[in-house]
């Protein structure tokens, strides 16, 4: 079992639809969880942090928290063809001190 | 802000020759990493300090070396490339020497070893 593990899509919403990307985590005792958006050809760049139960709201993004069911979820709001990317879930895992990535799910938002 | 800069950004290499990876980071952060990033695998950790002083490996440290020069920079050596090499390399820092806060990332750099 990986330990971050994210479906690799493609994932296919059109514009203006709300697109849901979902993560599931294997470390029980993880505590920080993190969205990055990675364009093709660039560098991860942070959308959100989320450390506690429940959900998170910025913006268009919404983080989504369940510790007890290990999964971590990110909402984008009215997606836009500019929010087409590949999106990764990292998690600070118990005792270690760097993030442990997923594979990342690629979303599509059709014009 | 520069942020997180790495050099270079496109390398070809051959089969066994040796070269190093630069990274600097001007955000007065404690940690760094050095990842690789292969089609349909993520980002996987080869080496991190936590501070200055201090460097320890990830998940795929082997066929590579690292060094902490001071505070703001971390380079990774590849001392004999190998194909199996061929990647894309990106270098990170955090504020938290427990790596439990966001990480940024440099612009990566992509290694082809032939």
């Known amino acids: 079992q990986k330990e971050v593990e994210q479906n690799s899509g493609p994932l296919s919403v059109p514009e203006g639809a709300i697109a849901s990307l979902n993560c599931t985590y294997s470390?029980?005792?993880?505590?920080?969880f993190f969205w990055y958006r990675q364009y093709s050809g660039k560098s991860p760049e942070l959308i959100m942090s989320?450390?506690?139960?429940g959900d998170k709201e910025d913006g268009r993004f919404t983080a989504q928290l369940n510790k007890a069911s290990q999964y971590v979820s990110l909402l984008i709001r009215d997606s836009q063809p500019s929010d087409s990317a590949t999106y990764l879930c990292?998690?600070?895992?118990?005792?270690?001190?760097?993030?442990?990535f997923g594979s990342g799910t690629r979303l599509q938002v059709q014009p | 802000n520069a942020g997180v800069t790495q050099t270079p950004k496109f390398q070809v290499l051959k089969t066994g020759q040796s070269m190093t990876l630069q990274c600097a980071q001007d955000?007065?952060?404690?940690?760094m990493y050095w990842y690789r990033q292969d089609p349909g695998m993520g980002l996987r950790l080869i080496y991190y300090s936590a501070s200055e002083g201090t460097t320890d490996k990830g998940e795929v440290p082997n066929g590579y070396n690292v060094s902490r020069l001071n505070k703001r920079e971390f380079s990774l050596r590849l001392e004999s490339a190998a194909p199996s090499q061929t990647s894309v390399y990106f270098c990170?820092?955090?504020?938290?020497?427990?790596?439990?806060?966001?990480?940024?990332f440099g612009q990566g750099t992509r290694l082809t070893v032939v």
């Open positions: 990292a998690v600070k895992g118990t005792g270690r001190r760097a993030l442990t």
């Open positions: 990170a820092s955090t504020s938290s020497t427990q790596g439990a806060t966001e990480a940024f």
């Open positions: 470390d029980r005792g993880s505590q920080s």
């Open positions: 955000m007065n952060h404690n940690s």
């Open positions: 989320i450390y506690s139960n």
